[in-house]
């Protein structure tokens, strides 16, 4: 089993900045594809950023420029920094992981997920 743990969720202005981490623990070793989901409200959960073990990363539309994905292999963690933030990033964004995975088919692993909401 693998744990993720998300921090770093908060209320911000439009134009702010925040940053999430998520560290996983566990069975980690074989954890090859990480990302970040979210679901704004009384929306669909949609495909925020991913990165694979070998750093290659992948980027909505949507936030391509304003947010980037990077990963410490060595601690587990990934992060999302997310600048000019925009009201309809509101949403509670979710860590995901697994052993595979892709854009369209998220790992087997799951965090609580934290709220991100931006004001105007």
């Known amino acids: 089993q693998v744990q993720l743990v998300e921090s770093g969720g908060g209320l911000v202005q439009a134009g702010g900045s925040l940053r999430l981490s998520c560290t996983a623990s566990?069975?980690?070793?074989?954890?090859?594809?990480m990302g970040w989901y979210r679901q704004p409200p009384e929306k669909q959960r949609e495909t925020v950023a991913s990165?694979?073990?070998?750093?290659?990363?992948a980027y909505a539309g949507s936030v391509k420029g304003r947010f980037t994905i990077s990963r410490d292999n060595g601690n587990n963690t990934i992060y999302l920094q997310m600048n000019n933030l925009k009201p309809e990033d509101t949403a509670v964004y979710y860590c995901?992981?697994?052993?595979?995975?892709?854009?369209?088919?998220?790992?087997?692993?799951w965090g609580q997920g934290t709220q991100v909401t931006v004001s105007s």
């Open positions: 566990g069975n980690t070793f074989n954890i090859n594809y």
């Open positions: 990165i694979r073990f070998s750093g290659t990363a």
């Open positions: 995901n992981a697994g052993s595979d995975g892709s854009w369209l088919r998220p790992g087997a692993y």
